[in-house]
Nanobody
C-alpha cells in the first residue's frame, strides 16, 4: 500500500485545512486508517483513527470538536478536516494504514505510512 498526503499549508489561527491521503491498491477498504502528527523535537502522536467501514472514529482529546476524520472508499482516500486551528497544531501530519486488527491510537500498530504533509498555524 502506498499512501500520499496532501492539503497541508500555512494558515492563521482559527483557520481551516482539509488533509487528504490517497491510497493505492484495491484493498484500501480493508484497512483501518489513522492520522498522526509530529512537531519539531517531539514524538509522533496520534490524532484520529477510522474503522474499515468508516462507521467508527476516534479522535484524541486535544482535537475533539475541531478535527474530523472520514474516508471515501470509492476514491481510496481518507480525510482529516481541521477547523479552529491553533499554533500548537503545527506539525507534519502523516496518514497510516493498519493491515490487521481494528483501528488503533498506537503508531506501532500501523504498517504503512505516507511521507507527511506540513501544517503550519501562525498566531
Amino acid at each position: 500500500v502506498q499512501l500520499v498526503e496532501s492539503g497541508g499549508g500555512l494558515v492563521q489561527t482559527g483557520g481551516s485545512l482539509r488533509l487528504s491521503c490517497a491510497a493505492s491498491g484495491r484493498t484500501f477498504r480493508s484497512y483501518p486508517m489513522g492520522w498522526f502528527r509530529q512537531a519539531p523535537g517531539k514524538e509522533r502522536e496520534f490524532v484520529a483513527a477510522i474503522s474499515r467501514s468508516g462507521d467508527s472514529t476516534y479522535h484524541t482529546e486535544s482535537v475533539k470538536g475541531r478535527f474530523t476524520i472520514s474516508r471515501d472508499g470509492d476514491k481510496n482516500t481518507v480525510y482529516l478536516q481541521m477547523n479552529s486551528l491553533k499554533p500548537e497544531d503545527t506539525a507534519v501530519y502523516y496518514c497510516a494504514a493498519r493491515e490487521y486488527g481494528t483501528m488503533s491510537s498506537k503508531r506501532w500498530d500501523y504498517n504503512y505510512w505516507g511521507q507527511g504533509t506540513q501544517v503550519t498555524v501562525s498566531s
